[in-house]
């Protein structure tokens, strides 16, 4: 009795690295998903991580710049007898000696930089100027 190989014989292909070709491409494209997958639920886990510090406290202090406009704006207009309007940035960490620039226009149409200063870590105090 004769034996055949190849297609003629119902067994399919000839060539035995084309008959796996499926199987290591649904591997291949199965480790890829789990490594995206992976990445996916560390990059998540991170922003959790972060959000979560915030919301216990334990990221940077800062201060409320819309507070800080309030207050500066009251102080100013005791302080020069005209009323200003103060734009300040957010993000301002509570670091000792620090320094930011807040943008402001008198009730007068006068352009002014107020410069607010950290001056005290512990109780996020702060003095401002007019540069």
């Known amino acids: 009795m ?5 297609p003629e014989a119902g ?13 290591a491409a649904a591997r291949q494209r199965r480790s890829r998903g789990r490594f995206y997958g992976g990445v996916l639920v560390i990059g998540l ?5 972060l959000a979560l510090s915030r919301w ?12 800080v406009e309030r207050d500066v704006a009251t102080q100013f207009e005791e302080r020069y007898d005209v009323g200003v309007d103060i734009d300040c940035p957010h993000g ?3 670091v000792e000696g620090r320094d930011y620039e807040c943008d402001a226009e008198t ?3 006068e ?12 109780d ?7 540069d």
Do not use: K, Q
């Open 111 to 122: 352009d002014l930089e107020l410069v607010i200063t950290i001056t005290d870590e512990d």
């Open 107 to 109: 009730d007068d149409h």
């Open 124 to 130: 996020a105090a702060y003095t401002w100027d007019v």
């Open 92 to 94: 301002m960490e509570v």
């Open 45 to 49: 886990l991170v922003v959790l991580a």
């Open 2 to 6: 004769a034996s055949v190989d190849g």
């Open 11 to 23: 067994g399919g292909t000839a060539d035995p690295d084309l008959a796996h070709e499926p199987a």
């Open 56 to 67: 216990l406290g334990l990221g940077p202090t800062l201060l409320d710049p819309d507070r």
